[in-house]
């Protein structure tokens, strides 16, 4: 089995880059983190980059993958940013999204907190994405606002789940187990970066690439098309494609 990954982050036309990513191997197999600060709160940045340095150090630590696994992740992310709001006393402040994906021997383990996307596709046919923690989500699931029309919408910076809030373990979404099969692709993103692509120009990237840095390549070239028009108004983006081949050993592409 190969994996193959790449990795991409710009701070947009923001003062701050308050995304923070993490991809990395360790001895139960390949981990891959998304985090993004809330805009609009201090210390954003930081708490994006707490989460992330706790996933790859309790990834680190782990002898196998599992979702178990993956729910003590999300944990130990929520508890270093809760420490942190405490000892600088900014209880307000300091939140971030949060979508993790582990690729184990066996299976794929992913989960995510807040409106960063997970999309995962099997032979280069996009199969299915998460779901985002916000307003314009529920009102999509109720039929109030048209899929379409959550990228833009006024409401679509209002979220329901963020880690640096009390929450719940149950309020992180984690997804069930994906069989190891290649050939799969996985794209961990944040709304700065799937904004500006759709789910149909991310598939046609998609197809015409044939590893990681040309998929990502192709939607970097489609998102600056897209954002003509709009000058001055670039949120931080980042994003994580993952490819999987059947066969090779495990390279990294960064």
């Known amino acids: 089995m ?3 990954y790449c990795t991409y982050t710009d701070t947009g036309d923001r003062p701050v880059n308050e995304d923070r990513l993490c991809a990395c191997r360790t001895p139960a197999g390949c981990c891959f983190a998304v985090a993004d600060g809330l805009g609009g709160l201090d210390l954003g940045d930081e708490a994006a ?3 992330c340095r ?5 990834a680190a630590i782990l002898p196998a993958f599992s ?3 993956l729910e003590q992740m999300f944990f130990a992310a929520q508890q270093a ?3 942190r709001q405490h000892a600088l006393h900014c209880e307000s402040q300091m939140k971030t999204t949060l979508n993790v994906v582990l690729v184990g021997p066996q299976a794929i383990h992913w989960a995510h907190v807040g409106d960063s996307r997970t999309y995962y596709a099997r032979g280069q046919r996009l199969v ?8 314009t989500q529920m009102l999509s699931a109720i039929g109030q606002v048209q899929e379409r029309e959550i990228r833009f919408h006024e409401d679509r910076s209002k979220l329901l789940r963020v880690l640096g809030t009390p929450w719940a373990r149950s309020q992180v979404e984690v997804e069930a187990d994906l069989p190891l099969d290649p050939p799969q692709q996985l794209l961990l993103c944040s709304d700065g970066f799937w904004e500006y692509i759709t789910e149909e120009q991310i598939q046609i990237c998609l197809e015409e690439a044939d590893g990681p840095e ?5 939607m970097r070239e489609l998102i600056r098309r897209n954002e003509h028009g709009r000058p001055g108004e670039r949120d931080n983006r980042t994003a994580v494609a993952v490819w999987i081949d059947p066969e090779g050993g495990a390279k990294e592409e960064a």
């Open 2 to 4: 190969q994996i193959r």
């Open 49 to 51: 980059e707490l989460a």
């Open 81 to 83: 940013i809760l420490e």
């Open 214 to 218: 040309l998929w990502m390549e192709n």
């Open 54 to 58: 706790a996933v790859a150090d309790y």
């Open 67 to 69: 979702s178990r696994a």
């Open 128 to 135: 299915r994405r998460t779901f985002d923690h916000s307003v």
